[in-house]
Nanobody, 120 residues
Framework: QVQLVESGGGLVQAGGSLRLSCAASGRTFSNYVMGWFRQAPGKEREFVAAISWGGRRTYNADSVQGRFTISRDNAKNTVYLQMNSLKPEDTAVYYC?????????????WGQGTQVTVSS
């Protein structure tokens, strides 16, 4: 089992920035691809970004490309999502997830989520 705990969400004005963190425990962190997903009210959960086991490879959804950056610190068992130039449409609950494979769907382990609200 992998336990994931997100933090760093909050209320921010459009154009602002937030950094989300996700602390992992339970298994060897560097064995897992880490991803961020989000779910807005009334919408399905969608992929945001993923980072490979050692951090050399990342992949972002088109909707956040150039604004969001995923990174990880394997020494701290933590993955981050730096979000810049936030828009009201970025408002959602953000989840981190872990999986053994590099992909954009159906991760094995999930956190409880952290709310991000962007005001216009």
């Amino acid at each position: 089992q992998v336990q994931l705990v997100e933090s760093g969400g909050g209320l921010v004005q459009a154009g602002g920035s937030l950094r989300l963190s996700c602390a992992a425990s339970g298994r060897t962190f560097s064995n897992y691809v880490m991803g961020w997903f989000r779910q807005a009210p009334g919408k399905e959960r969608e992929f945001v970004a993923a980072i490979s086991w050692g951090g050399r490879r990342t992949y972002n959804a088109d909707s956040v490309q150039g604004r969001f950056t995923i990174s990880r610190d394997n020494a701290k068992n933590t993955v981050y999502l730096q979000m810049n130039s936030l828009k009201p449409e970025d408002t959602a609950v953000y989840y981190c997830a872990a999986d053994l494979q590099f992909k954009t769907y159906e991760y094995d382990y999930w956190g409880q989520g952290t709310q991000v609200t962007v005001s216009s």
